[in-house]
Every structure is written in structure tokens, then in C-alpha cells.
């Protein structure tokens, strides 16, 4: 098929789901480059989703969660309750969107090299 071997730091591919870690060694390395370049482009970033849940409250907009956006702004954050527990869960969240952005790019990568 391809390379058998990462051109991608083992620091990068360990931040990525299982499957796409086990896939982007498999593949050319011009493959490799254009995962990467799209997945570092369009990642978000947790420092920013904490400034924007502190200064907008913006954090769900920001990993594309517009239902819960609206809910949090319409609730008031759960009366500063959601507000504060979001303080702990907003790792989780960018994580989850990143993971589900990895999978993603990987398939636009596979369908435009037909892979």
C-alpha cells in the first residue's frame, strides 16, 4: 500500500484516535503531509476555548456545538452552575472535536487520493 513507516512525530500520532494512528503510517508520505497540514489548520485549541468561555462564553460556537451554545447563553450558563462546571470539562470537549476532526480529515485525505 504505502510506507511502512510515520513520517509524523509519534507526539503527534499519539494525540490522534486509534484508528488514524494505525492508518497515517500505512500511507505515502505525501499523504501523510496533506492529513497533517488539513488537521493542524482546522484543530482547535483548549487555551482558546478557556478565553473564549471566560471573556464571550463563546466555547461551545468555538468546537461547533451551536445547540448547546444557544442553551448555555439562554440558561445563563445554568445559572453560573453549567458556567462552572464547564471549567472542568472543556478538555474533554476540544478533545472530543479534535478526535472527531482527525477521523474526518482522514477520510477526505483517503477519498482524494482514493486510498
Known sequence: MGA???ILPTS???QLPY???VDLPNLP???QNDFFSQYVQR???TGFAYLLWVIFGLHYAYVNRWGLQFLFWI???GLGIWWFIDLFRIPSVVRRYNETLALQCL???RMAHRV
Open 4 to 6: 511502512a513507516s510515520s
Open 12 to 14: 503527534f500520532l499519539q
Open 19 to 21: 484508528t488514524a494512528q
Open 29 to 31: 508520505p505525501q499523504i
Open 43 to 45: 484543530k482547535k485549541s
Open 75 to 77: 440558561t445563563a450558563g
Open 107 to 109: 477520510a477526505t485525505i
